[in-house]
């Protein structure tokens, strides 16, 4: 099985910062993308940055110059440093992997998610 397990979410003031964390664990054969995904209370769910293995980036326009992704593949984690938080930024933030798994002799490509951490922004 394949686990992707979040961290490093809180309440933060406006201007503050926080660093996300997300771990893909389980029988990985290779990760081709990660990302962070976030949804607010009323809206969809939208991507946020995201990384490939090459090492290419891409940030929703909301928040370039202000967020970071990272990933270390030899640890299959992607980071996502943020700053000059605003109350917009309030949501709950999730991990997405795409992904092929072992399936005993057999494998299989496609996307997982994580549980989701909740970011809050407000004074």
């Known amino acids: 099985q394949v686990q992707l397990v979040e961290s490093g979410g809180g309440l933060v003031q406006p201007g503050g910062s926080l660093r996300l964390s997300c771990t893909a664990s389980?029988?990985?054969?290779?990760?081709?993308?990660m990302g962070w995904y976030r949804q607010a209370p009323g809206k969809q769910r939208e991507l946020v940055a995201g990384?490939?293995?090459?090492?290419?980036?891409d940030y929703a326009d909301s928040v370039k110059g202000r967020f970071t992704i990272s990933r270390d593949n030899a640890k299959n984690t992607v980071y996502l440093q943020m700053n000059n938080l605003k109350p917009e930024d309030t949501a709950v933030y999730y991990c997405?992997?795409?992904?092929?798994?072992?399936?005993?002799?057999?494998?299989?490509?496609?996307?997982?998610w994580g549980q989701g951490t909740q970011v809050t922004v407000s004074s």
């Open positions: 389980g029988s990985i054969r290779s990760i081709n993308a």
């Open positions: 990384t490939t293995s090459g090492g290419s980036t």
């Open positions: 997405n992997a795409d992904l092929t798994n072992y399936r005993g002799t057999y494998y299989y490509t496609g996307d997982y």
